[in-house]
């Protein structure tokens, strides 16, 4: 059995390898198209011109699907290792509350483009990259407090890298983003998708770009320790029918039947 077979742990290395593809097709696209600077453009701006922002669109609309997938399978498996642990179920909770806004942000991102409705744009970031860090933080601390008992202390550090990794990214993307629209350097950034060394403000646009594209992968790198994790567990759903039938009758007892969801023995 190949290790992708184990358990769920082709949902995060689907995941993973879904969201790098969708920004390598769109970012080939953008530039074979010259429709953005080939060093360092935004990510969004790689998905902001027909026909990129259509493949850009569709392919983030299934990594959110994948995510809200991850999410809650992560969720699952917590809970079913700590059921009597409170301090643990209500972090796990916030995760997955933290973690779902995130993916819907995610979608929103995907689906506004800045250079036509910006403010939806930046608050779908807003949610994809707040959230979405305050998860991996959740996340982080839940694996602190479930190690040694649950797992190695190697898998906390490891997260804890990539959360520190997250923070120094984030921090350096609203420190130079929130110089560069504060209105000193013109005020067609919003629109500007190319941009010549020479500009003002072109020093910040590249810290800028480079920290969003750290942050990105970050998160990509923090859903990568998932698949071990996710080796080791499998999830069922069960149907439950209350008559032979679908007519309006008084329901009478029928053989439950299980199947799998999403799993592997």
């Known amino acids: 059995m190949w290790w992708f077979q184990q358990g769920l742990s082709f949902l995060p290395s689907a995941l993973v390898i879904w969201t790098a593809a969708a920004f390598i097709f769109s970012y080939i696209t953008a530039i074979t198209l010259h429709h953005v600077d080939p060093v360092l453009p935004y990510i969004s701006d790689t998905g902001t011109v027909a026909p990129e922002k259509c493949l850009f669109g569709a392919m983030l609309n299934v990594t959110a699907v994948l995510c809200v997938a991850t999410i809650y399978v992560r969720y699952k498996q917590v809970h079913a290792l700590n059921p009597d642990e409170n301090r643990i179920i209500r972090l796990n909770k916030a995760g997955l509350v933290l973690g779902l806004f995130s993916c819907l942000g995610l979608s929103i991102v995907a689906n506004f483009q800045k250079t036509t409705l910006f403010l939806a744009h930046v608050s779908g970031a807003v949610l994809t990259f707040g959230l979405g860090s305050l998860y991996m933080f959740v996340q982080t601390i839940l694996s602190y407090q479930m190690q040694p008992r649950i797992h190695g202390k190697q898998v906390f550090w490891i997260r804890l890298l990539v959360v520190i990794w997250c923070a120094v990214s984030a921090f350096s993307m609203l420190t130079c983003s929130s110089l560069l629209y504060s209105g000193n350097f013109g005020t067609d950034i919003v629109q500007k998708l190319h941009w ?13 770009t480079a920290a969003e594209w750290s942050m990105s992968f970050s998160f990509v790198g923090f859903f990568l320790t998932y698949i071990r994790d996710f080796q080791k567990i499998s999830l069922r759903v069960e149907a439950n029918l209350q008559g032979l039938t679908l007519y309006d009758t008084v329901p009478c007892p029928v053989n439950n039947e299980r199947t799998r969801l999403l799993s592997r023995d």
């Open 196 to 208: 010549n060394p020479e500009e003002k403000g072109y020093v910040l646009h590249m810290i800028t």
